[in-house]
Structure formats: C-alpha cells, structure tokens
C-alpha cells in the first residue's frame, strides 16, 4: 500500500468513527436560573457568588459531571415562563406548591431555611403591637399598613394561602424586576410600605449593607409555626422527561451532600449566633429525614 493509500484510509476511518466519537462525546447542558436576592445570590461587591444559593449551586454543578453548566440570572417571572417552556432550565430553591407542580418538577427538599418574617422599621412597631409575632391575616386586614413582597415570589404554603386570599388588596404592593430586596428595603425606609415580608437573613444582610441594622425589627409570622414546610424549598427542573431525569440524579447528590459541613455551612454563615443552635436541631431531626419529594 502506497503512502498516498495509507492516507486516504486513515481519513476514511477518521470520517467514520467521527459521528461516534460527537455521540460520546457530546454532553447534555442545564441552565442554573438566579435571582438578585442576597444572601441567596449574591451577584456583585465583595461578596459576590459566596451566597448560599450560590454555594449549593456549586455543589450541584460539581456532582452533575455529565452536564454542561450555564447561569442566568433573571427575574422569578422570566423563571417561570422558561420552566413552562420545557426548557432545560432549574433553580436550586423554591418553595413547593400545588399550581408550580403543573410546570416543575421539584426535587427532595435542598434547603432548610428560617421562614419568613414581617419585617419592619423599628420606629412602626407600635402600628403591630409593640410584639415580637403577628398575626399576617390581622396584618392585612388592617387597612391602614401596606405591606411589600416581591411579585411571583412563594413565602411558603401558609402565608401564600393567606396573601392569595388577599389578591388584588390596594394595601399589597408586589415589586417585580431584578434587586427586588434591596428595593423592597428602600421603599420601607422611605416609608412607602410599612412592612415587608421576606427571610430573616435577606433581612440582616440588607440591613447590614445600608447601613440600617438598628432601625430594623423581625417579627415571627404566627401562621408560620405549624409544622416545618415553610422551612423546606427545593431544586425545581422543567416538568418533562429531561427535568424527571437530572432531578433523579440531582436526588442523589442532595442525600450524599446534605449531611456534610460543607452543605450546612452554606445557610449557616447568614445566621446570627443564637439562631445556629435551634436550627441545627431541625436540621438533624426534619431535613435530614425527608428522603422524599415532600408536600
């Protein structure tokens, strides 16, 4: 066999087993989507991507090998509308609820949080009784607060029962767009609403970032303190044969990695000292039981 032979066979076994090699080589890919909601996702300043979405994020990303890893951030609208497009598109926590099930497929819980709070000017604490907890149903009944949140945002099953009952009240006012707690902050500060309703941590680092730490006050949400769904959200993938699939895998990695320090210490960093004992016990006791797609 000549030398010019030789060649023309090895390019017709190169153009051969090329396919091939493009099938195993190729990879699936997953779009991450993130929100501007620190300490959940920190997306500028010193502290960018050390939030702890960003850190289970992380995690994840590592263990799903056969996954090529992209992130977007975008508002909780934008999130939704990709999910319903059955794109290949997740996010690592989100509360679980009847209507989001239509359009995601949602993963064992991936994250233990306090629940959510009111969240006050400390100079507005007699207009809510001068407590430590309130009644959110008392809260919005009373005409003369109005109260923030962010639009299309879950707070968990018993406060999103309650705002729903409440859809469309003047005296709610949903902020949507990207930053949607700094702003939510910024407009309680300029008294445009009385109170606002989010996570304690988003509380402390917002505070602590403007400067505000001591004219802020939590108040425990009374309908938040039965039982620890609220606590739980989950990683959520488009509800198709795709999102069933890496949610399996995704399953896997949140029982392996859910024990270990590493996990745990992502949310624990955002605590203050008297917080971290309490939590840890639910955390051992609850979180690490539910081996499950809770409801």
């Known amino acids: 066999m000549t030398r010019r032979t030789k060649l023309s066979a090895m390019t017709l076994m190169a153009l051969i087993l090329l396919p091939c090699a493009s099938r195993v080589m190729a990879r699936d890919s997953v779009i991450w989507m993130e929100a501007e909601m620190p300490p959940y996702f920190i997306q500028s300043g010193p502290l960018q991507e050390q939030g702890y979405g960003d850190l289970i994020s992380d995690i994840l990303q590592e263990r799903l090998t056969g996954y090529d890893h992209e992130e977007m951030v975008t508002n909780i609208t934008r999130h939704f509308y990709k999910f319903k497009q059955g794109e290949k598109v997740c996010s690592v926590g989100l509360y679980k609820t009847p209507e989001r099930e239509e359009f995601i497929h949602f993963s064992i819980p991936s994250f233990l949080t306090l629940p959510a709070v009111v969240i006050i000017n400390r100079d507005h604490w007699q207009k809510f009784g001068n407590r430590g907890s309130v009644r959110l149903e008392e809260i919005l009944n ?125 949310y624990e960093r955002w605590l203050d000292t008297n917080s971290i004992a309490a939590y840890r016990k639910v955390y051992d006791a609850i979180f690490l039981k539910t081996d499950r797609q809770v409801h």
Request: hydrophobic fraction near 40%; glycine fraction near 8%; charged fraction near 25%.
């Open 142 to 266: 009373n005409k003369e607060l109005a109260i923030g949140l962010a639009k299309d945002r879950s707070y968990g099953q018993a406060v999103d029962q309650i705002l729903g009952q409440h859809a469309g009240s003047k005296d709610i006012v949903e902020v949507a767009g990207q930053e949607l707690s700094l702003n939510l902050f910024k407009m309680l500060m300029l008294n445009r609403v009385n109170g606002l309703i989010g996570l304690p941590e988003e509380a402390l680092f917002q505070a602590e970032q403007m400067g505000i730490r001591d004219r802020i006050l939590t108040l425990t949400i009374e309908e938040n303190q039965q039982g620890y769904d609220a606590w739980m959200s989950s990683v959520g993938c488009s509800n198709n044969e795709w999102g069933r699939t890496i949610i399996a895998e995704i399953n896997r990695i949140l029982l392996a990695e859910r024990p270990t320090r590493r996990y745990r210490a992502a």
